[in-house]
């Protein structure tokens, strides 16, 4: 994984002198709120309901060892023994004293982290594939561009102050999106040379995104040669901060801007703008890719048999809670012998999300004993061991399983993303993670759960849509309706290759009625899907809504 | 008549903290001081007050309570509700304990 250079840790350790500085004066008055506030939010500390809340970058959701254990550590010593793992691979701590943020920041420095970026109208953390570097369908390894799209991101001063914040994911893997790029603002798809031969260069997407005005990105270019990404990059920022809305913030995405122009003109002004640039200093030249990718080398893979058999057997064994977890929450390694662990952090009755200091000191223990020190946070709020030797999944299970770390439930639809909603968010109107817990614990039949088969199920506190309802395969979004809880189903959502956005069931449900009629939805597709082989929303696509209103709506 | 309280959050850890009489500043949501709709002026007032401490409280706002069968002030809206109380879900962690004096 990338190693900050002198220049990079100077910058951090500055950027941490600076803002102890700023948090000092704001503690002795010597700045009011409306001064402090722009400085604590370009250090990603926001004010939520309950205390402070400080998000700090994962960089494409990759984590070492060192940096996990810190992250823990950080947990214990200022915050109540958690971290909240985001939707942006991020983690967020929701109890920090303010005098605390520099020592936090400069602890964190130590392993090279900060949170720089995490807030405000700026380029935030570029997220990716949870699976990069190890994925069986990947064409390139998307953590080097990534890197490289920090680098250039990172205090860059033309687009510090953004319209409004902006985000992109980059995936490697052509045919399988598990970094929900159309639904970002840039999408960024590895995808061969048309002209065919081994060469490779992006599909870029653009003007995708969630929030008030869901939309799904639309194509800016087919086919961009891959030392062309930076130039084009930047002339698409240069578009947006030219004509991107200033005056109304929730017209200020690039999604608004596209749609207003239209992708055509919106095209032709980044390819104009392009035309200016290109070829230019923002070239990648191969030698500024061996750079980076000389840090995204695999690690030093043991030569081993082939294990997907054993890993059969595995699931189809005796034991069927180790089968159960292997069948949902293992997958194939590109390398032989080696297995992928989605390390499920949404156990019955917690916190989709949520990880205490000893999940995340085990989880580390773990990546060394069975990996090379390597974990990943995924889009998904779930974490990956992507390195581990098939033959040790057995008790790479029986430690998970006594730390709540090995609910067999990756990519079903107790895998809730949920946002953090009214129990601590100053924007929801409803609450969110007791829904998602309440689902959890009235689907506790794990054989239910696993004919279900793969769900996705999303839920929003709010319109913002931090929990991404609109791409749930059900999507739920709480709403206020005269002081009292309220939530709306949707379903047909979806953020992978097939995206598509959830479109609203019908009335709302009150809070006491909600979660029985996402069980409702559940019981209709099972009893009216062709065969178990049909997902729940290749049904939802096929069947439409009635058959779901008439159960939940009867003739009402 | 409706009921208003001052709150804000508290600077050095952003908890909900509440407006007092002699504007002074209390965890308690109980102890704040109230002010009735027929007193605008007194309602500013406060708000005034509140907002020249701001080494004290970030943004202060207005919020409506009202005062249950046992006389107590308590929030209407489950926003409120919850600030006052916390979360509402079973944590992950285990909740620490917090000062209950406001720094001054």
Not at chain 1, 182 to 194: A, K, L
Not at chain 1, 231 to 255: P, Q, T
Request: proline residues 5%; hydrophobic residues 40%.
């Amino acid at each position: 994984m990338y190693r900050y250079d002198h220049y990079d840790q100077t910058i951090v350790d500055q950027r941490v002198a600076q803002f102890r500085d700023q948090v000092s004066r704001r503690l002795s008055g010597e700045i009011s709120e409306d001064e402090f506030k722009p400085l604590r939010l370009q250090n990603g500390l926001y004010m939520q309901l309950h205390a402070y809340m400080l998000r700090v970058a994962i960089p494409y959701g990759l984590l070492s060892s060192r940096q996990l254990r810190k992250l823990a550590e950080v947990s214990r010593k200022y915050d109540r023994g958690y971290g909240h793992f985001s939707t942006r691979q991020n983690i967020q701590y929701n109890w920090p004293r303010l005098q605390d943020v520099p020592k936090i920041l400069a602890e964190l420095a130590t392993v090279e982290m900060h949170s720089i970026q995490t807030s405000g109208n700026c380029i935030r953390n570029t997220t990716s594939d949870h699976l990069a570097g190890v994925a069986r369908d990947e064409l390139v390894d998307p953590r080097v561009y990534c890197e490289i799209i920090r680098q250039w991101s990172t205090f860059h001063p033309e687009f510090a102050f953004l319209p409004r914040k902006f985000k992109i994911a980059v995936t490697g893997a052509p045919t399988a999106d598990r970094a929900a790029v159309r639904v970002h603002d840039i999408g960024v798809r590895v995808v061969p040379d048309p002209e065919g031969g081994d060469d490779y260069g992006f599909q870029i997407l653009v003007g995708g995104g969630l929030g008030r005005t869901p939309r799904i990105a639309q194509v800016c270019r087919e086919f961009l040669p891959r030392e062309q990404l930076l130039s084009y990059l930047e002339a698409i920022l240069r578009v947006y901060n030219r004509h991107g809305r200033r005056d109304n913030k929730f017209k200020a995405r690039i999604k608004i801007l596209v749609g207003a122009l239209g992708i055509a003109e919106f095209k032709g002004q980044v390819e104009e703008e392009w035309a200016q640039i290109r070829d230019g200093a923002m070239t990648l030249t191969q030698a500024e890719f061996d750079r980076v990718a000389a840090y995204f080398q695999d690690p030093d893979y043991a030569e081993l048999e082939p294990s997907d058999l054993f890993v059969d057997s595995l699931k189809l064994g005796k034991d069927r809670t180790l089968g159960r977890w292997v069948a949902s929450n293992v997958i194939g390694h590109k390398i032989p012998g080696y297995s992928i662990v989605m390390v499920s952090l949404k156990p019955k009755g917690k916190p989709p999300g949520d990880a205490t200091a000893e999940q995340m000191e085990l989880v580390a223990d773990l990546a060394d004993r069975y990996g090379f020190g390597r974990v990943v946070v995924t889009h998904e709020q779930n974490l990956v061991l992507p390195d581990v030797e098939s033959r040790h999944l057995p008790e790479v299970h029986a430690q998970l399983s006594a730390s709540s770390l090995a609910e067999p439930n990756v990519g079903k639809v107790t895998d809730i993303i949920a946002c953090p909603g009214l129990d601590y968010c100053n924007l929801a109107n409803a609450r969110s993670i007791p829904i998602a817990t309440e689902i959890g614990e009235r689907i506790d039949d794990l054989d239910y759960l696993h004919d279900l088969g793969d769900i996705s199920l999303n839920i929003s506190g709010c319109i913002n849509a931090c929990g991404h309802h609109h791409v749930g395969n059900i999507g739920i979004l709480g709403i206020d309706k005269q002081g009292e809880e309220f939530y709306q189903l949707m379903l047909g959502g979806s953020s992978s290759d097939d995206a598509s956005l959830g479109r609203i069931l019908g009335p709302a449900f009150p809070r006491a009625e909600v979660v029985e009629a996402v069980a409702t939805v559940l019981r209709t597709y099972i009893d009216q899907r062709e065969s178990a082989d049909e997902r729940f929303l290749d049904y939802v696509r096929r069947a439409g809504f009635e058959p779901f209103k008439e159960r939940l709506y009867g003739d009402a | 008549m409706k009921l208003w309280i001052i709150t804000g959050s508290a600077t050095d850890d952003g908890a909900p903290i509440y407006l007092q009489t002699g504007a002074r500043w209390t965890r308690t949501l109980s102890a704040a001081e109230p002010v009735a709709d027929d007193q605008p002026q007194h309602k500013l007032a406060l708000l005034e007050a509140a907002r020249a401490q701001q080494r004290i409280v970030c943004d202060p706002y207005p919020m409506e309570v009202r005062r249950g069968s046992d006389g107590e002030l308590a929030p209407i809206s489950l926003r409120e509700k919850i600030r006052a109380e916390g979360p509402t879900i079973l944590r992950v962690g285990a909740p620490t304990s917090r000062p209950t004096a406001v720094s001054a």
